[in-house]
Every structure is written in C-alpha cells, then in structure tokens.
C-alpha cells in the first residue's frame, strides 16, 4: 500500500484538481469526505492531510467542520483557502466574515520561506478565491507571506507541522503553485514518491490475481480507453480468465468492429466474444425519433443482449468494469461540485446483482490521465490510449430523428471522411471532440450537370477540458474546405456540409 496524503473535501470545486496535483507528484492521494474520523485516517496511514477550499464561512450553521482530533494525529496539515479559516477556527484564531468573495489573480510576497516556499522566488502570481478572511492568527503559528488584501496570505506552525494558504496553489494561475504542493508532500510530510505506472501495475496485477484466484471475469468492452485499458489490465493479471464481449449495436463507427477485433482478438490474443445484435437494435428503435426514448432503448437492449451473451459464454465470478475514480469519489452535498456529478455510461444496470456477480474494478483508483498512461504502459496504442470520447448510444444520438440502415451508413461514410481528416492534420489529438451529425433535411444541389436533392451533414469540432463546457474549434479554413469537399465528393446522399459554430451553454456537445 503506498503512503497516502488524506484531502478533506470541504465542498470545493477543486478537491479533485488538488488530489490530482499530489499524484502528479507521484505521491498517492485520496479525497476523503470532510468529517472522516481522525481515527479511520490513522487506520489507513495517512502522512499528510489537505483541507480543501469550499464555499461556505465556517461560522454558517451548515457548515462542515472537521474531526478536530485531526489536529491530534501528529501529520503534517496544509489548509487551502476555507482550510484555513478551518484552522484558524478550531486552532484558537479568528475569522471575520466577509459578504465579498475576493476572486481573481493576485499578488503574493514571501517573507519567510519556511518549507513551504522552499526555493521559491518572493513574488508570484497567485489564484483567489474566497469569502471570509483569517484576522488573528492561532497561537504558535505566524505569517510567512503576505498578498495585497491579506497579512496572512500564507502562515506556518512549524513545530506542529501545520501550514495555511488563503489561495489556491492548485490551479494553474497560480505561479510554482505545484512545487508548493510538493514541499508539503515531500519536505514537509516526507512522502515516499512511490505512486508510478510502473508501480501501479504491479500492485494491480497482484490485486486482481489475490481476488480472482481461479475464478474467471467478464468485461463488456465498448473499444474506449476506460475498458479497453481495464481489459489490458486485467488480461495481463489472469490471462486466459478473462472473456471480453463486445456487443455491436449496429451504431458503431466504420470499420470499428474489425479493428476492435483485430487489436484484441489477434495482437492481444484476448478472449474476446463478439455479438452481432445490430439488427435487433435496429428493430426496436425503428420509427423513434424522441432522444431521451433512442437512450432508454439503446441501454435498455445492450443490458438484455449482454446478459443473453453471458448464456453462451458460461459460467464466471466476476464481471469487470472499466470504472474511474471521479465516479467513486462519494459526492459531498454541500456547495456545488460540478466534478462529482458526472456518472459513468457505461455501467451495465443492475446487472451485476442479477447475475450475482462480483464486481472488479481495476481502475477505480485513477484519474482519466493515469488511466491513459497505464494505458500506453501496457502497449495499447496511441489511437486507443488517446481515443477521442465516443457516447455509449453511438451514432444513435447522431443521426437526428429516426435511424435507419441508410442514414446510419451515410453517416458513417462522412465521419470515416473527417477522422481521416483530422488525424492527418494532426488536429484530431488537439481537439476534445470531432465527429460528423445527420441531418434528416433535404437541399438541393448540383452535382455534375445534373440537379441533386440530398442530405446535409453537419461538422461538429470541440475543444473542453471535461466536457462541462465547450468551444467551438477555430480549425483553418483550408482544413474545413477539404473536409466539405471530401465529403459531398465522396459520400453519396450529401450534398451540403455545414459547421456547427455553439458553444456549450448553450448547446451540448452531442446534438442529441
Ligand atoms: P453533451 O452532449 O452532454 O456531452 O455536451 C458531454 C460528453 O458526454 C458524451 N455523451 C455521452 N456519453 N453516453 C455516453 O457514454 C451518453 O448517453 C452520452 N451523451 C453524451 C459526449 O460525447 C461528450 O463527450
């Protein structure tokens, strides 16, 4: 077990961002809910506790308050932000309550190093953002830096350990805010830098050898990076114990079915179970044309043809899942956190309990970017370690209306021509997102002499860093015009190519 560095998480936005700065530090990090016992803390080896920002003041009735004995267990304690007016509250010094939040860049002069700002220059550019404001500091500690708005922008105890920012060392605006974090964890708490790939693997593959033992695991692959690098894991833990089923829904990306097969099946040598259930998704979504309907059938169908597989495929213990640690973080209700609300897709209902499964989740200790690296460590390639998000319903949800075999190959013909775009510019990796959509709307064009009445086929390119909010790319005109050209040459029933210029907010990613 790698030493860990406990982050209470007070209900900041960033809770994640300040776990996933610690690992990148290569220490291991886990978010624990704010009013975790000191004692459970003990239990699983802390060496350094985080306090996280939030949005409330701690004199308001709701707010969350640690366990104060955390001050007992003799670590190491940086409080962030609403973590240090938590120190400064329980530690015997005073807040005042702020209607105001200061927000936005600022300045911040070290006056006193310490460990904290070991090796850094005295002035940097730091990120704000709170409300109330620590005024008298707890006895034993003193400043050791200063901003414009705050003679205690920075504070220290030395002898206990204990170290208080008001900003936010974090996010990337603020200035060496990394190597912050890294004398805490390093200079401060003396954690080991244990947590690696290389690492990593190996505890993983012992874990999963420990608790499969003879037994045998299912795993729905879906082609993306979460299973996919779930499968590589786990096929390299128990070999020939793992069966992986692909079901395809007649929704897939061109050619995706045989590359599929051909990357597990023969380079990985995978047991991998490939269900042809098009036709049956075809029929049943026949004539819908309501979105929110197309999802319900589409999930509703794989859950009932995977579990049909397991039939066929005979008996197992386990049934794998590519689940990340942004899903298993337990959700703090207070403020808003944005992070904890996405939710995976790809989980297969209540089928685990049905099938009295158990369940085995390799990756549920990872971060999106961790998953990836291991990914690559594992010698999936670039094109599946750095895969673009595809939705579970597929091209379901990009063809508007109702689906049919037509449209579905339309489509597929016209996206084949964008990827191939992309990927030969290069922008297909500098993107979030880029896929073609299928309007049920007829134009007229000419095409040759001859006059034409088809379909338009719209482009939607996006940049995001989580999918929460979204631009569109600024990709060159000479690109775009190759695209369109490409497309209405190549594909037969689209004559017009449009570009979808939203943002999101308003729009979503997806057109349905
Ligand atoms: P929206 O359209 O909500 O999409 O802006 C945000 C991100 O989520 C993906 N997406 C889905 N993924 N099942 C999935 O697995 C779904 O039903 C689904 N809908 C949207 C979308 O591609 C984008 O990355």
Not at 22 to 33: F, N
Not at 264 to 276: A, E, M, Q
Not at 283 to 298: W, Y
Request: proline share 5%; with cysteine; aromatic share 8%.
């Amino acid at each position: 077990m790698p030493q860990t560095i406990a982050v209470l998480d007070f209900g900041s936005q960033l809770t994640q961002v300040i776990a996933r700065r610690i690992r990148e530090c290569q220490v291991y990090s886990k978010i624990y809910h704010f009013a975790t016992p000191a004692a459970k803390l003990r239990e699983d080896g802390v060496v350094g506790i985080i306090l996280s920002g939030g949005p409330q003041s701690v004199y308001a009735k709701t707010a969350p308050h640690p366990d104060p004995a955390i001050f007992e267990l003799g670590v190491p304690v940086l409080g962030i932000c609403y973590g240090v007016q938590l120190m400064g509250h329980f530690l015997g010094g005073k807040v005042a309550l702020s209607k105001e939040r200061e927000y936005g860049h600022g300045h911040l002069t070290i006056k006193q190093p310490g460990k904290l700002f070991a090796g850094l220059p005295r002035h940097l550019r730091i990120w704000n953002s709170h409300g109330d404001k620590l005024t008298k500091l707890p006895p034993g500690f003193k400043a050791t830096a200063i901003s414009e708005n705050s003679p205690f922008a920075g504070i220290e105890d030395p002898k206990r350990r204990f170290y208080g920012i008001q900003f936010h060392p974090e996010v990337f605006h603020t200035e060496r805010g990394v190597d912050m974090i890294r004398n805490f964890l390093v200079g401060i708490c003396r954690a080991r830098q244990d947590w690696t790939t290389k690492d990593f693997i190996a505890h993983a593959v012992a874990d999963i050898r420990a608790k499969v033992g003879k037994g045998r695991v299912l795993l729905g692959l879906s082609g993306g990076v979460d299973s996919s690098v779930a499968a590589a894991l786990l096929h390299k833990a128990i070999g020939k114990q793992l069966t992986c089923v692909f079901v395809d829904n007649g929704l897939l990306r061109k050619d995706e079915r045989n590359y599929v097969e051909s990357l597990y099946k023969r380079n990985f040598k995978i047991d991998l179970r490939v269900v042809d259930a098009s036709k049956l998704f075809l029929r049943r979504l026949k004539g819908v044309t309501e979105p929110e309907q197309k999802r319900k059938i589409i999930g509703r169908t794989f859950v009932a043809v995977f579990e049909q597989s397991l039939k066929s495929i005979g008996h197992a213990e386990f049934l794998g899942q590519g689940t990340l640690y942004p899903d298993v973080i337990e959700s703090v209700s207070i403020g808003n956190n944005p992070a904890s609300l996405i939710k995976t897709h790809h989980n297969v209902g209540g089928l685990p309990k049905r099938m009295k499964l158990k369940l085995i989740e390799p990756l549920r200790e990872l971060f999106k970017d961790e998953v990836r690296q291991v990914g690559a460590a594992l010698g999936l390639p670039k094109e599946v370690v750095w895969r673009q998000p595809f939705p579970g319903p597929g091209l379901g949800v990009r063809v508007m209306g109702d689906i049919t075999a037509d449209k579905l190959e339309i489509l597929r013909n016209a996206d084949f021509v964008l990827q191939d775009e992309m990927m030969k510019s290069g922008f297909y990796w500098k993107v979030w997102q880029s896929f073609a959509v299928f309007l049920p709307v007829k134009t007229v064009g000419v095409f040759g002499d001859e006059r034409t009445y088809d379909y338009v086929v719209a482009l939607r390119i996006v940049e995001s860093i989580d999918a929460m909010t979204a631009d569109w790319a600024k990709l060159p005109y000479d690109l775009l015009q190759k695209i369109s050209s490409r497309i209405t040459n190549e594909v037969r029933g689209v004559s017009r190519v449009v570009l979808d210029i939203s943002s999101k907010p308003p729009a979503t990613i997806e057109w349905e």
